[in-house]
């Protein structure tokens, strides 16, 4: 019912929107003016009930070469009910791809999919002389029977089956005859090597191969050329020869190579040995150096003679000498012409923070700094307090006026001096420098190419 144009409470929503609408549209029919009060509508909510005894909720599944195996909510006549879940299996001969086990779910549709592939095997090559033929191709189950051309027999299996797992049984077989070729090899040989060398040239005659059937034979050598290097050591050479019904025969013959060599040579004590070719053999060079802070005594280098002996006597590392009691910069910086260079610290006194900082990155650089072949001279305060020093070595008053005038190095503030071989300046620090930034410098301008070479050699020396 109606009441002064309201929908009555117990009147259903929908019949109550549309009596709304018919009251407006009576009192328009009567030309009287009545406000429009019911122009906004609320839309309800409304959710499809979920039917789960819908018998045809999901399409019904199928499977191709395979079966599906489906339990429901209401029983075992339902398969296709929502919330029905199904097994899918193949056939023997396929394989399923896709979803093993599916469900039915709200939106009418099934949770996956799956299908069955037919499982094939591999094509299986032909066989030389022979043919083979097969019951279903190369799927499941199919035989494949081998034969052979008259006058050749099989060798091995007649026949192999594909498997379900998509692999044949057996191993390949051979078509053979019963009369192979014959090859014989050239003898075995030594060869020595070179001097300086780790390799020889080896040369042979080709092997002499026959058959009783076929002229042309095919004769294939395995392994290495000859007329070409070979490395110390044995060699075995294999030579295969084949007719034309691809039946084989094999030889083998043996070549040694020889290195003469002679004692490994030890490093000296405070030093180590840069060598030629393998080190020890005939031929090889090995020169003496030193570590830093130490000067070769003896031969330069010895070579291993063939009679597998060094030339000459081991040359020995001993420390460098130098005086520190000079009376003048040039009489000090003399001893280390062409053989040192020489990084000079100067700061206004030992507790300068500048200082204090380079001295410690110096002190962790010491390693390297030798092996560039760089001496570190240390000038602090100012007379009558003013030292100037070697490590330990104490240098006199007149030495470090005269570095401090040759090179115009200031008391005022820290800063460093590079000199190279020569006693040039070749840079100046105001700051204090980490060594790898020294090292940078001193490696690209300041190392000769023989000397990079040998700190690439021996860069780890230090870790």
Known sequence: MLESGVCVAAMPTSRCARAAVFIFLFFTAGATTVEDSYSD???????????????????????????????????????STLGTRCEMS???????????????????????????????????????????TCSQGFFVDSRCDFTCKPGYRIQGEHSRTCQHRGSWSG??????????????????????????????????????ATDTADKFLNVVLVDQQPDTEFKEGLHIIRYKVYDQARNRAACKFIVRVEVRRCPVLPPPLHGYLSCSSDGNNYGAACEYLCDGGYERRGMSSRVCQFNRSWSGDPAECVPMEFKFSVKTASALLDQFYERRRVLIISAPNISDLDYQLQNVMIQKADCGLDLRHVTVI??????????????????????IEGLRQAFRISRSYFSMVLLDKLGVDRERFIVPVSSDELFSYIDSFLLEEEEREKLELHKDFCD
């Open 41 to 79: 509508f609320i839309e309800e909510d409304y959710t499809p009930q979920l039917d789960y005894k819908d018998p045809n909720w999901c399409h019904s599944p199928h499977l191709a070469n395979g079966e599906v195996t489906c339990r429901s909510p209401r029983g075992g006549a339902y398969k």
């Open 90 to 132: 193949c056939d023997r001969g396929y394989r399923l791809l896709g979803r093993r086990s599916i469900h039915c779910l709200p939106n009418r549709i099934w949770s996956g999919r799956a299908y069955c592939r037919r499982i094939r095997c591999h094509v299986l090559p032909l066989i030389s002389q022979g043919r083979y």
């Open 171 to 208: 191993v390949q077989p051979e078509c053979s005859d019963t009369d192979p070729p014959k090859i014989k090899c050239p003898p075995s040989r030594l060869k020595v090597a070179d001097p300086g060398k780790l390799t020889a040239k080896v040369s042979w005659d080709p092997p002499v």
């Open 378 to 399: 240390e000038l602090l305060d100012s007379p009558p307090r003013e030292t100037g020093r070697i490590k330990e070595n104490l240098l006199q008053p007149e030495v």
